[in-house]
C-alpha cells in the first residue's frame, strides 16, 4: 500500500471510540468527504419522498433497515460530485453482504478500525452530560466551568437516557457481533489498520495521521 493515494475509506469504531472527531481529522488531513450512513438517513426521513417514507417506518418500528435499502442509499450519495475526491464513511457498512457490494462499485484504499476496551467505552458514554444545544461534556475529563449549566450556552446540561450503562453495555455487544465479520472480511483483504483509541483525541490523531504519512505517497 505504500506510495499510493488513499482517498476511499471505511471508518469502523465502537460507540465512544472518538470515531466522529477522528474522521473529521482523516478527511481534513486527506482533503476527502466524509459520509456518515446516519446523516444519509435522518436527511432521506426529513424529504419524506417515497424511500425516505419507507425508512422512517423501519426505523419508528425499530426495525433494521434492509441490506438493500441501506446499499442503494449510499450508493446513490456517493454519486454525487463532492466525493470525486474520496471519502471516509462512517456507519456503513455494516454487513458482510453490504461490504461486498461497496466492493463491486468502489475500491477501497483503507479500512481504520478506532478500537477501545468495552470498559473505556462505558467510561466515556456513562460519564457524558449534554446541553439542550448538543454541546457535550464529561464529569471527569471535561467537566462544564459552570457545574450544572453549559459554558457556551447556559442551559442545563443534563444525562441522556441513551446512555444508561445497560443500554451502553447492550449496543456495545451488539456492535462487537456486527463488526466482528466485517474486521474479519476487511483483513483478509489486508485493508484493515487497527488504531488504538484510548489515548486522548491528540494521541489518537497522531496515531492516525502517522499512519497515513507512513501509508500514503
Ligand atoms: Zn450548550
Excluded: W
Excluded at 471516509?88 to 476496551?117: C, E, K, M, W
Amino acid at each position: 500500500m505504500a506510495n499510493k493515494k488513499i482517498s476511499k475509506i471505511v471508518l469502523l469504531g465502537p460507540q465512544g471510540s472518538g470515531k466522529s472527531t477522528q474522521g473529521q481529522v482523516i478527511t481534513d488531513y486527506l482533503g476527502i468527504e466524509s459520509l456518515a450512513a446516519g446523516d444519509i438517513l435522518r436527511s432521506a426521513i426529513q424529504q419524506k419522498t417515497e424511500l425516505g417514507n419507507k425508512i422512517a417506518s423501519f426505523v419508528n418500528n425499530g426495525e433494521m433497515i434492509p441490506d438493500n435499502l441501506m446499499i442503494s442509499l449510499i450508493l446513490d450519495e456517493l454519486k454525487k460530485t463532492v466525493y470525486k475526491k474520496g471519502f471516509l464513511i462512517d456507519g456503513f457498512p455494516r454487513t458482510i453482504y453490504q461490504a461486498s457490494n461497496l466492493d463491486q462499485h468502489y475500491l477501497l484504499d483503507l479500512v481504520i478500525n478506532i478500537d477501545i476496551p468495552d470498559e473505556l467505552a462505558i467510561q466515556r458514554i456513562v460519564g457524558r452530560r449534554i446541553c439542550p444545544n448538543g454541546h457535550v461534556y464529561h464529569i471527569e475529563h471535561h467537566p462544564s466551568g459552570l457545574d450544572s449549566r453549559c459554558e457556551i450556552c447556559h442551559q442545563p446540561i443534563h444525562f441522556r437516557e441513551d446512555d444508561r450503562e445497560d443500554l451502553v453495555r447492550k449496543r456495545l455487544s451488539y456492535y462487537r457481533q456486527e463488526t466482528s465479520k466485517l474486521l474479519a472480511y476487511y483483513q483478509q483483504q489486508n485493508k484493515l489498520a487497527v488504531i488504538d483509541g484510548s489515548g486522548s483525541i491528540a494521541d489518537v490523531s497522531a496515531l492516525i495521521i502517522n499512519y497515513l504519512k507512513e501509508h500514503a505517497g
